[in-house]
């Protein structure tokens, strides 16, 4: 705002001095402020007032409770109107014809007859009864005054006083008027209190059943965040499901749509209950609208759970409670047990709890096994769960293959034969010639005498798609990775799927994001055991599991990726699958890294020491026999002949893959270091290997000096 200055008097100080100056600041009058009509702030102060959330809280508690007691009329008055007549017989005749049971149909049918024909009777009873009433009432009167007039002449008898013989009957009458008194006092009041009353009735049914609209219902009502699965929402949340025929079907039924549902079931950290949809509806239909159905349960998508069971049309719905499946599930056994073993034969490893939280466990008896997900969803620990219970079984050996060499395999050294661990393109290398020599030793085990058995050989290799997708190419130009007929992986991988299990070699793969080029169709389908965490779509989903169990309702598409962190789809004759299911929904335990590597200490306590090798030799040419064979017997104090010759195999099986006892004695002999029996076995010992090794490297250096 400007100032305007105003001299007050002349400036009389000399020219060379400052003048003295006053000012004055004039400030206009304010604006004065517009009058607002009392019309306006009247209907302002009414659309506060009407607004206010006290006023709404008010007025749906108004609305609430008045449609308590109107519905909860409705509702008695639906009840006796059923309970007199055939309406409920007819509405279920309704359901069942809507729903295309037609012998239900028939049943209730049936059962509407016989109602009729039992009112009928009830009915033409009545039109005897006035006269079989009147009938009653006179003898009963006359009883009564009989008995009376005998209990009087008693009393008279007794006290001597004729009068005493209507003395019962004088106090029956006089009980009688007081009653009738009574009556009449009461009357009035009971006239102005019972309406109130009766209202009162009515309100507590409408309060019971809920019987107003959503909007007027309390707040934490009204939200219905997590609120209990009845057989009414189930069917309404199936009615706004946008199934045109499943609509005007349960539109038909009626009150009767929950004949649709089976019992609902308590099922672990849920409820399960299955749908036998009508006539004209398909089970896919129900099945591509998840989502739309978890919600009108009140439900997240992953709460919700649709497969088919055996029944004709039937769904099979799994509605956990509300945050559930966001809850940890319990420690592994495998930690909290320390005495556990493991049995490859006929035990299963246990590997987390099922939907229902019952324990799921997993047999992996000459199984092939394929597990896949997401980068960062608990791939490695669900595989390597299984390989930390399979361990402790100590007859089997294990080659592994870490291709992402991030130490998640470190503490199977010396349990594992062989261990490779490291990303690039010579890893690789090593890897496959690892598997190729696992197929050589598939090949020596087919070649035994028939009935000879075998232990398990486990050929472990994660993170697989490195392999696939590997460029590297030998010196016959031979492809590494690939999924064509001269890629040397794929082909060790396609000859253990076709002929290893019959031998007990068996190849376990975990891979991420699968696709054609990381993961080819034939390795896939090979595998007995699918198993997949949360993958991108349902097309991955079908690479994973295949076709038969996401047509099943499998869906690893639909978990949360880094939410449902060790959440796996399962399909595989190893685990328990409920009837009529292609796949089950495993929550794996999760073992850390301490935890991994403290059982696997146990699991060498419980065998004899193993030397793991690093990497596969490239050569087989110029071997030293005697130093591998104190290798693969290791720390053990003696190990059977038998086995040695195995570990040979499995070190080298281009040396060693056809030796027998009498090459493992040929090497031996005259070493001070031969088989020798030990109760009632043939065996090799530790220590004579090592005064053989001994001497002959001090005769070796004898030589050198002369």
């Known amino acids: 705002m400007s100032e305007n200055v105003v001299h007050l008097h002349k400036n009389l100080e000399p020219a060379d001095e400052p003048a003295a100056v006053t000012t004055l600041t004039v400030v206009p009058d304010p604006v004065p402020a517009p009058i607002v009509p009392l019309w306006v702030r009247s209907g302002r102060a009414v659309k506060t007032a009407v607004t206010h959330e006290r006023t709404k809280t008010a007025a749906r508690a108004v609305v609430r409770h008045g449609l308590y007691t109107f519905n909860g009329g409705r509702i008695v008055a639906r009840r006796t109107w059923d309970g007199k007549t055939g309406s409920r017989y007819e509405r279920m005749l309704r359901a069942a014809e809507a729903a295309g049971n037609y012998e239900v149909a028939e049943e209730w049918e049936e059962r509407l007859q016989r109602f009729r024909e039992a009112r009928h009777r009830r009915r033409m009873d009545l039109l005897h009864s006035p006269v079989d009433v009147a009938k009653g009432i006179a003898v009963g009167t006359g009883m009564g005054i009989g008995t009376l007039v005998a209990l009087g002449v008693v009393m008279a008898i007794n006290n001597g006083e004729i009068k005493d013989v209507i003395t019962p009957l004088a106090a029956t009458i006089d009980f009688i008027g007081l009653l009738i008194h009574i009556v009449q006092v009461v009357w009035g009041p009971a006239l102005t209190i019972g309406p109130f009353l009766a209202l009162l009735a009515l309100w507590a049914v409408g309060s019971k059943q809920q019987a107003a609209p959503a909007w007027a219902l309390p707040d934490n009502i009204r939200s219905s965040e997590g609120e209990p699965i009845t057989p009414s929402i189930v069917v309404k949340a199936l009615r706004d499901l946008g199934v045109p025929a499943l609509r005007n079907a349960i539109k038909e039924m009626g009150d009767a749509g929950a004949s649709m549902l089976g019992p609902i079931r308590i099922a672990g ?67 909290t047990d320390e005495t556990m073993t493991a049995d490859y034969g006929k035990g299963r490893a246990p590997w987390g709890q099922d939907l229902r939280g019952d324990a799921a466990a997993l047999s992996l008896y000459q199984r092939h096994l394929l597990i896949t997900g997401l980068s960062n969803q608990g791939k490695t620990v669900a595989l390597r769960s299984l390989a930390l219970w399979l361990a402790l079984d100590r007859s089997v050996e294990f080659l592994l293959g870490d291709l992402k060499g991030v130490g998640d395999w470190a503490m199977f050294d010396g349990r594992a034969r062989v261990l490779i661990q490291g990303p690039t393109d010579e890893h690789v290398i090593q890897v496959t010639e690892m598997v190729e020599g696992a197929v050589e030793e598939m090949n020596r085990r087919i070649q035994a005498p028939p009935g000879t ?21 030998d010196e016959d130009k031979r492809p590494y990775g690939g999924s064509k007929a001269n890629s040397r992986y794929f082909m060790a991988v396609r000859k253990i799927h076709n002929q290893g299990r019959a031998v007990n070699v068996l190849m376990w793969q975990g891979t991420q994001d699968p ?9 896939r389908e090979g595998a007995h055991t699918r198993a997949s965490l949360a993958l991108g779509t349902e097309s991955q989903a079908r690479m994973a599991l295949g076709d038969k169990a ?12 880094g939410l449902d962190q060790g959440t796996l789809v399962v399909a595989s004759s190893g685990i328990d699958i409920p009837a009529g299911q292609a796949a089950i929904t495993v929550r794996t335990h999760y073992i850390d890294d301490d935890a991994a590597v403290a059982i696997i200490e146990r699991a060498k306590a419980l065998r004899d020491g ?8 490239q050569s087989d040419q110029d071997r030293d026999p005697l130093a591998d064979i104190a290798a693969v017997v290791g720390t053990a104090e003696r190990v059977r002949t038998k086995d040695v010759v195995a570990r040979l195999s499995t070190l080298n099986s281009g040396a060693y ?10 090497v031996l002999d005259g070493t001070g270091a031969e088989p020798y029996k030990s109760d009632g076995v043939m065996v090799v010992g530790r220590d004579r290997l090592a005064r053989a090794l001994a001497n002959r490297d001090d005769t070796g250096s004898a030589s050198a000096a002369e």
């Open 269 to 335: 950290c849920g409820v399960e209950v299955d749908v036998t949809l009508p006539s004209g509806v398909s089970t896919n239909e129900v099945q591509n609208r998840r989502r739309k159905l978890a919600e009108n349960l009140t439900r997240h998508e992953h709460e919700v759970f649709i497969t088919i069971p055996q029944a004709a049309r039937t769904v099979r719905l799994w509605v956990a409670d509300s945050g559930a499946l966001d809850e940890p599930i319990g420690p592994s056994p495998l930690v």
């Open 515 to 523: 696709t054609d080029q990381n993961l080819p169709k034939l390795v």
């Open 550 to 561: 996401v047509d099943g309702g499998a869906a690893p598409n639909m978990l949360r990726p």
């Open 610 to 617: 193993v030397t793991t090798l690093h990497a596969i030799e």
């Open 657 to 666: 893959g056809k030796w027998s006892f009498i090459d493992l004695k040929r």
């Open 453 to 473: 058995v075998f232990p398990a050989l486990i050929v472990l290799v994660d993170e697989a798609q490195m392999a696939f997708m590997c460029p590297a190419k």
